[in-house]
């Protein structure tokens, strides 16, 4: 059974991050809204490997996947000026006037398909994976969709294996895992980034800096109740190391013995 972590990420938003706090639920703060600048397309990070199909999913013979052990997928988002172009009016805004790299800005997600050791005899068959634009669920938001891959013994995906009726044949199980990297800012940052902005006459407090730039402007999440991601698997951890970028990390596990959901495309 693979279990999925339901925690969407929006790259290109801020979050609350405090330092040190492993384990809770991280506050949206601010959000780009959709506009005709989006991010990169997301893609299984895979060179000479695997097999696109007319419906989109990648074939992987079963050993080719075993020898692989580690597949990506990867998505980053775009410019983190646009953010340091307006984050005084954020932080103004929000009476947020202190531990300043405890706010992180989220740009690049790495989801991370596993397959683990097994010492039963591999059939010969293959590993698909879904669709990258599975992935989005919104503008700038992804999250595991509920079947990433599975097993077939048919070159063209019939018959999807369930877990269990995979482990039984003798394919390996997967484990499912995200890493989410940010970037986050000291005080004396953002409180040079002032000065600069007040020393070619704008207001550090406004917009007028992101306008003039042509940049894309910040919203405030509390303002549209778009929260960031409830982490509450016992496996999930946040790290922040202020100047340096900061990573979230959450892993679910698969099991043998049970069924998966595979909507739409049977058993």
């Given at each position: ?173 997967l484990r499912l895992s ?84 595979q909507s739409n495309h049977?058993?």
């Open positions: 059974m693979l279990v999925y972590n339901p925690i969407t990420f929006n790259l290109g938003a801020v979050i609350s991050c405090p330092s040190g706090n492993r384990l809770g639920n991280f506050v949206e703060i601010a959000f780009l809204p959709r506009t005709d600048s989006r991010p990169n397309r997301p893609r299984w990070d895979m060179v000479n490997w695997g097999v696109v199909m007319e419906n989109g999913w990648t074939r992987l013979s079963a050993s080719d996947a075993v020898a692989k052990t580690t597949i990506p997928l990867s998505v980053g988002f775009l410019d983190w000026n646009y953010w340091l172009s307006q984050a005084n009016h954020i932080f103004k805004h929000l009476g947020i006037s202190s531990n300043f790299e405890d706010y992180v800005l989220l740009d690049y997600v790495r989801f991370c398909l596993q397959i683990l050791p097994t010492t039963a005899a591999l059939p010969k068959g293959f590993l698909f994976l879904c669709p990258p634009e599975d992935f989005r669920i919104g503008f700038s938001s992804f999250k595991w969709p509920e079947c990433p891959a599975y097993w077939s013994l048919d070159p063209f995906g019939a018959n999807p294996r369930s877990w269990k009726d995979a482990a039984s044949l003798g394919f390996p199980s995200a890493d989410v990297f940010g970037r986050s800012w000291d005080a004396s940052v953002y409180a040079g980034i002032c000065q600069f902005h007040q020393a070619k006459g704008f207001d550090p407090d406004s917009q007028d800096v992101a306008l003039h730039l042509g940049h894309l402007l910040y919203e405030l999440s509390s303002e549209t109740h778009i929260p960031f991601a409830h982490i509450h698997d016992r496996n999930s951890c946040v790290t922040c190391d202020g100047d340096e970028r900061a990573r979230v990390m959450t892993e679910a596990g698969s099991e043998n013995g049970s069924e998966s959901s049977g058993e």
